[in-house]
Every structure is written in C-alpha cells, then in structure tokens.
C-alpha cells in the first residue's frame, strides 16, 4: 500500500522585504506543498508531471505555470536530476499582493494587473504564443 504524502506548508524566505523572490533551482521539489505567494515557474531542463490543486499534468521544458495564493502543488521529475549540474531545471518568482503593496495596486493603471492577482484563486498553465 502507497503511503500518502503531507501536504506541507512552505514558508518563503523574504527577510530583505523584497517584492519578489528571484530563484533558479537545479532540482524539482518533489514535496506536496503550498503557500501564500503566488508562483511563476518556468522549467528549462526537466519533464515529468504536476499536481496542482485538483489537476494533474506534464511539465517540459518551456513549460509556463502560474500557482495561486495557497494552491497545493508538486511536481516529479522523469529525469534523474545531475546534483553537479549548474544550470538551471527552472526558474521561480514568487510574490504577493501584500509584497507588491497595496499603495502600488490602487494605482488606476494597475487596475488589469490587481485583477490578475485575483483570478489566481486557482492557477494557469500558458502554451504556444501566450507563454512567448
């Protein structure tokens, strides 16, 4: 019988108070995990499968998700990752409404982009020309 994984509560790092945090990680965090920022992932070098919220697919390189606010997800990895590898296997922004400010969101301007961060209550994965 397969255990079950536990959905674990990932604290980003952010002590310089910064908008948004920059990564580039030579591995894919295979833990079921959530947390208050949203994710922008964009993987270069892996493939394999996503779990995110209710949905299950594949990842590639060039593949583009974004993850909203507390959106349970994981991914695993159909290669065997080279630990002395340098480069990156993806690269992650994460951030908030509350990094970005809410003096900067009440801009008239920012009105399309305020919406956006709303209707990541869920999350995308963007192809072909969108994800350009």
């Not at 536990?6 to 945090?21: A, Q, Y």
């Not at 996503?50 to 606010?69: A, K, R, S, W």
């Not at 690269?91 to 908030?96: D, K, M, N, P, R």
């Not at 961060?117 to 994965?125: A, D, G, M």
């Amino acid at each position: 019988m397969e255990k079950r994984q536990r959905l674990v509560r990932e604290l980003i790092p952010n002590d310089k108070g910064e908008t948004f945090v920059y990564k580039q990680e030579t591995s894919i965090w295979p833990a079921w995990h959530y947390h208050e920022e949203i994710d922008i992932l964009l993987f270069l070098q892996s493939s394999g499968q996503h779990i995110t919220g209710d949905y299950i697919g594949e990842f590639n390189p060039g593949t583009l998700l974004v993850n909203g606010p507390n959106v349970p997800h994981c991914f695993t990895s159909n290669t065997v990752p080279d630990v002395r590898a340098p480069e990156a296997a993806i690269i992650v922004i994460q951030f908030s409404a509350k990094s970005i400010g809410d003096d900067l969101l009440s801009k008239p301007e920012m009105s399309l982009i305020q919406d956006y961060l709303h209707s990541t209550t869920r999350s995308f994965e963007y192809f072909g020309e969108t994800r350009s």
